[in-house]
């Protein structure tokens, strides 16, 4: 990819998941493939914009163009469990046979100080019936004064060298959300222990998490904010990330994952996926986005 290149997306309905008056649909999951058959997950309520009194829905498609609504995923906690005041910014792990639905919960009552805790549940199935790990939350925020003390939210994930690598975004305490920066932990189970890598926060910005195998390395796409902020970025072993183009990306986008979370994936990029669609509505939508510009080897220049 040239010096100086931007990224560029065009943008299509959904259909079946657009705009619905006085519903949210947000925080598409990645798209996966299975049988045949395209899935994918996403933060809905029934009212309001906020996804902090929200849970998870799952769609099916043939084409992914037009999409079939099955139904809610995942439920919030029972009276006095972590998760009980909303399940949300669900994203998907294919391993072992098996699927696992990491989702994000927030203290219960819910304040702008309230802290954020990952979580995750298993499946046969990707229709479910989705199962919480017992040992939830398996990422919980940094201690005070840390980088992610205040928020750690929005994971994405992928399979690299035998471990499976959570990337993930967090924000210290008394910042504000334009101030978020993107970490890493790792496991070597789909639902952990995971360890927080030492070299976080791995990028200055974003807001939304999109990672995805590229080649032999690790590509991300980071929302406009922050000194990183509109760009995409490359990282040979997945930790050290340098910017390679302007991007002007889709809102908190869940792209198709060509690799199917292989380790050594022979089929690698970014081609298309679900986003935010905001534009001209009162409330979030889902739209579809194909990006334009990502050649093969596009990674191969600075």
């Known amino acids: 990819m040239a010096s100086g290149q931007t990224v560029g997306f065009e943008y299509s309905e959904a259909i079946g998941l657009g705009y619905e008056p006085g519903v949210t649909r947000r925080d598409p999951s990645c798209v996966i493939c299975v049988d045949g058959l395209f899935h994918v997950w996403y933060t809905k ?3 309001g914009p906020s996804g902090y009194d929200a849970t998870v829905w ?3 498609s043939e084409d992914g163009v037009r999409w079939d609504e099955t139904g809610e995923a995942l439920s919030r906690g029972a009276e006095g469990e972590w998760d009980e005041q909303s399940v949300f910014t669900p994203n998907i792990l294919v391993a072992d046979g098996r699927f696992f639905l990491f989702y994000t919960s927030v203290e219960k009552p819910y304040t702008e100080e309230a802290l954020n805790a990952i979580g995750v549940a298993c499946a046969s199935s990707p229709d479910g019936p989705w199962v919480k790990y017992a040992e939830n939350p398996v ?5 005070n004064g840390s980088w992610d003390s205040h928020r750690v939210d929005d994971s994405c994930l992928i399979v690299r060298g035998g471990l499976y690598w959570m990337y993930y975004k967090g924000r210290q305490m008394g910042l504000s ?3 978020t920066r993107m970490g890493l932990a790792v496991a070597e189970q789909p639902m952990g222990p995971y360890r927080k890598a030492p070299e976080n926060p791995l990028i200055e910005g974003g807001h939304e998490v999109c990672v995805w195998r590229q080649g032999e390395g690790v590509a991300a796409l980071v929302q406009p904010n922050g000194p990183e902020g509109g760009t995409l ?7 050290q990330f340098h910017r390679i183009a302007e991007a002007r990306p889709p809102q908190a986008p869940g792209p198709y994952k060509a690799d199917d979370f292989d380790d050594e994936p022979t089929n690698t990029g970014f081609e298309w996926g679900l986003h935010i669609g905001l ?4 409330l979030p939508f889902l739209e579809r986005f194909t990006c334009l510009d990502l050649a093969e080897d596009w990674h191969q220049s600075d």
Do not use: C
Not at 279 to 282: G, H, L, T
């Open 45 to 47: 309520t029934p009212y």
């Open 58 to 60: 799952h769609a099916t």
């Open 139 to 143: 990422l919980g925020t940094g201690p």
């Open 177 to 179: 959300p334009r101030e």
């Open 233 to 239: 970025q490359y990282s040979q072993d997945g930790i």
């Open 279 to 282: 534009r001209s509505r009162p």
